[in-house]
């Protein structure tokens, strides 16, 4: 069963730096698609990022919160895919998750509310946690 396990997470200063990595065993990951999402505590969980399976381009999308700061890449060789995230807000302040989702929608469409409902949660891991805080 495909389970991911994300890492990288850490506290930063606002204005800062993280890049998270979401990984899985026995499956290649270039033939999914996959979003990142986070959920703060007492909020609801929702979509950050997404990139789509390589064959289809590798297209990304990001929510409206992190398109300028966020950047969702993937590494074959790796079999990783990454959320670069830079200029750190303290509102980023979440546990943050990788999954498969259904497809990685094209054009304005706003990932936040978009991805959760098009996730499959059984590839859900069990998340890194990102404090940004002075």
């Known amino acids: 069963q495909l389970q991911f396990v994300e890492s990288g997470g850490a506290l930063v200063q606002p204005g800062g730096s993280l890049r998270l990595s979401c990984a899985a065993s026995?499956?290649?990951?270039?033939?999914?698609?996959i979003g990142w999402f986070r959920q703060a505590p007492g909020k609801e969980r929702e979509g950050v990022s997404c990139i789509s399976t390589r064959s289809t381009g590798g297209t990304t999308n990001y929510a409206h919160s992190a398109k300028g700061r966020f950047t969702i890449s993937r590494d074959s060789a790796k079999n990783t895919v990454y959320l670069q995230m830079n200029n750190l807000r303290p509102e980023d302040t979440a546990n943050y998750y990788c999954?498969?989702?259904?497809?990685?929608?094209?054009?304005?469409?706003?990932?936040?509310?978009?991805?959760?409902?098009?996730?499959?949660?059984?590839?859900w891991g069990q998340g890194t946690q990102v404090t940004v805080s002075s």
């Open positions: 026995g499956f290649t990951l270039d033939d999914i698609p």
């Open positions: 999954a498969r989702v259904d497809l990685c929608p094209r054009g304005r469409i706003e990932l936040k509310e978009y991805l959760p409902t098009h996730v499959d949660f059984t590839s």
